[in-house]
């Protein structure tokens, strides 16, 4: 059974920073392409941040020089370090696995900044 848990969301002052976790089982992790994604109350889901199996990263626009993806295989975890947060951040971050047309995701975690 695969299962995604993301952990570390909560409520920060703007200019702060979370780092959420996203530990998986069930899957062969080091071989996934790993991503975190965020949907905010009204808005459609958006790729915030992706890391390939080989360890390149993509991020989108709004978050580049801020957010920062790792992986750790040993561990089977994806990492999302935020810093500088605004208040346009907030939104449930999701991470998902994807290998070829198998993908996964997990249920979120809340990330609130204040203003």
């Known amino acids: 059974q695969v299962q995604l848990a993301e952990s570390g969301g909560g409520l920060v002052q703007a200019g702060g920073s979370l780092r959420l976790s996203c530990t998986t089982s069930?899957?062969?992790?080091?071989?996934?392409?790993m991503s975190w994604h965020r949907q905010a109350p009204g808005k459609q889901r958006e790729l915030v941040a992706l890391?390939?199996?080989?360890?390149?990263?993509t991020y989108a626009d709004s978050v580049k020089g801020r957010f920062t993806i790792s992986r750790d295989n040993a561990k089977n975890t994806v990492y999302l370090q935020m810093n500088s947060l605004k208040p346009e951040d907030t939104a449930v971050y999701y991470c998902?696995?994807?290998?070829?047309?198998?993908?996964?995701w997990g249920q979120g975690t809340q990330v609130t900044v204040s203003s």
């Open positions: 998902k696995s994807r290998k070829r047309w198998d993908e996964y």
């Open positions: 069930g899957i062969i992790f080091s071989i996934n392409v």
């Open positions: 890391i390939s199996s080989g360890g390149t990263t």
